[in-house]
């Protein structure tokens, strides 16, 4: 009896002494936690041989308001984080810095999550969410590319971050109009930006009905937002003859239709239900965040579904919530509101970009929905506190070392797929870089590159203008050699279903010979990036 009493101080003083250590050290243990996520992004930050599609785009733009490198991205790309990197280029930086810069990005949205789970419920709950935030493979495998979906999950998080510390807490209206600053100025970094508009309006109708309408602190923050949003709107009323090209994008018949079988009919309710698999798609998506594909075995097993598990035990926290519903519709009850609040932002993020993936049918890609990760992993940190509740009233060593056990091997399992995941793409498109460096090497500024490829790959590591000509208009092709009077085309195989079928080398072979190539296959027997010297004489 002595030996259990005995054990029970002993865990009871390991736990107090160890609550008193990150109460005390709270600070230090955020630190550590920011530069082991920052160090293990600089690990990866360089592991990628060449860019994407979407990098290229973004990257030259910046290179095209830095150095004024030939502009051919569509109108609706978001424009406000190429124009800070434009700025970085004209000072002289290059890709190398703003993959740099992009990492503090990355750990300003782990930062965020730690903010926002000390706010919400502690500094405990804070401080795991950050972790989990840290290791989270699909964050750090975008922030090895060069992406704009982690600016979005800091500009998003901080809007939505500001608006609960200013309207619903009432610590101070300059928090309330800080989120109109960065919305207004971010829905032109990241369009998904602009979904917190219905996100606040939901909580404030679901809350407070129409009774915000008379508070003239949301009717400033409105106009904060649209004075914040003036000069992009301007610049791209002048540049594309619309204030924000991704509304006129949306509303033509290029932006996205549903689609029946030819000849079937549907009645709404069917159609409605077709719908739903989509529409809920990222919610199932959950289980793709929280249990990556991990080698087989008990330790991988354990770390596969740890965070799943947490998140699920989790939600348990609010039942209070959902039980006492009333008191947050009647806006009774200042707990229940704030958590209601949480609920709200990831439920939001969540069901809005399934019914976007469902209207538009558009591709399921889980960085969408990067704005709803610090609620999710928040969630992941409650479950560690509702198992011990659960598990501590039979055996406090126990629970404790369950809480280490799906902790260590939640992160490891990350950290795992992370590793997994980037270095599996890591060698992609490097065609791309060794033929656009190539032609920047042998042509100078000014030269015309024509062809058929993927162009803002060939934009972007060229630093030339490229004019997409081929077969399929060989009269075209003809008068814009003649008139721009190119060294080279560019046969380039990346685009696989734009050139499969590109026949202009082949049947203008008297016109061109080709003087590189670069291959898919080690052995160079597979050419898939061939540039051809153009005779100008024969045209």
Same mark, same amino acid.
């Given at each position: ?231 992009? *709107?301007? @610049?791209? +009323?002048?540049? #594309?003859?619309? $204030? ?10 290029? !932006? ?104 538009? *049918?558009? @591709?399921? +890609?889980?960085? #969408?929905?990067? $704005? ?10 409650? !479950? ?111 685009? #696989? ?43």
């Amino acid at each position: 009896m002595e030996g259990d009493n005995a054990g029970k101080e002993g865990i009871g003083s390991f736990l107090a002494k160890a609550n008193n250590f990150i109460e005390s050290k709270h600070r230090i243990i955020l630190i550590a936690i920011l530069l082991f996520a920052f160090i293990i992004r600089l690990k990866y930050m360089t592991v990628n041989a060449a860019v994407w599609w979407d990098e290229a785009d973004y990257l030259s733009l910046a290179k095209h308001f830095g150095l004024g490198l030939p502009e051919q991205a569509a109108p609706w790309r978001a424009r406000a984080v190429p124009m800070l990197w434009g700025a970085f280029y004209f000072l002289g930086a290059n890709e190398w810095f703003i993959r740099f810069f992009s990492q503090f990005v990355a750990v300003g949205g782990v930062l965020l999550t730690y903010f926002i789970g000390k706010e919400f419920f502690s500094k405990k709950i804070g401080l795991l969410a950050a972790l989990f935030m840290s290791v989270y493979f699909e964050h750090m495998f975008w922030s090895a590319r060069v992406s704009l979906d982690v600016y979005s999950l800091l500009l998003f998080g901080l809007a939505a971050f500001f608006f609960y510390k200013g309207y619903v807490k009432g610590h101070g209206n300059k928090y309330i109009y800080a989120t109109g600053a960065i919305y207004g100025a971010g829905i032109y970094a990241y369009d998904g930006i602009g979904f917190l508009a219905i996100f606040l309006l939901l909580f404030l109708l679901l809350t407070e009905r129409l009774k915000f309408l008379k508070d003239k602190r949301l009717w400033i923050m409105v106009g904060v937002a649209l004075l914040a949003a003036l000069p992009f *709107a301007v @610049y791209h +009323e002048v540049e #594309f003859g619309h $204030p924000y090209p991704r509304l006129k994008l949306f509303s033509s018949i290029e !932006g996205g239709q549903i689609t029946l079988a030819e000849g079937a009919q549907q009645s709404m309710p069917a159609k409605i239900v077709s719908l739903l698999p989509d529409t809920f798609s990222y919610f199932k998506g959950i289980g793709y965040y929280l249990s990556p594909q991990l080698p087989s075995g008990i330790f991988w097993g354990i770390a596969k579904w740890s965070l799943f598990l947490l998140f699920l035990l989790g939600l348990l926290a609010f039942v209070n919530m959902f039980i006492c519903f009333d008191k947050v519709w009647k806006n009774e009850n200042k707990e229940l509101k704030s958590e209601f609040y949480l609920f709200l932002w990831g439920f939001s993020v969540l069901l809005i970009f399934g019914i976007v993936n469902a209207i538009s *049918a558009f @591709y399921f +890609e889980p960085r #969408f929905v990067f $704005p709803a990760m610090p609620v999710i992993f928040i969630v992941c940190a409650l !479950g560690i506190r509702q198992m011990y509740r659960l598990v501590s009233k039979y055996s406090k060593e126990v629970a404790v070392g369950l809480a280490v056990v799906l902790v260590v091997t939640g992160v490891v399992g990350q950290l795992s797929f992370a590793n997994a995941l980037i270095n599996a793409k890591k060698d992609t498109y490097v065609q791309e870089k060794e033929g656009g460096e190539w032609l920047k090497q042998h042509t100078s500024p000014g030269d015309v590159l024509v062809g058929c490829g993927l162009t803002v790959q060939i934009i972007y590591y060229s630093e030339r203008d490229f004019k997409r000509v081929g077969s399929n208009n060989a009269t075209l092709a003809d008068e814009t050699i003649k008139k721009y009077k190119p060294k080279y085309y560019v046969l380039d195989g990346m685009d #696989f279903e734009g050139c499969k079928s590109e026949q202009y080398p082949a049947i203008n072979q008297d016109k061109m010979v080709p003087v590189q190539a670069f291959f898919m296959d080690a052995a160079k027997t597979q050419p898939i990036y061939i540039i051809f010297e153009i005779k100008q004489e024969a045209y």
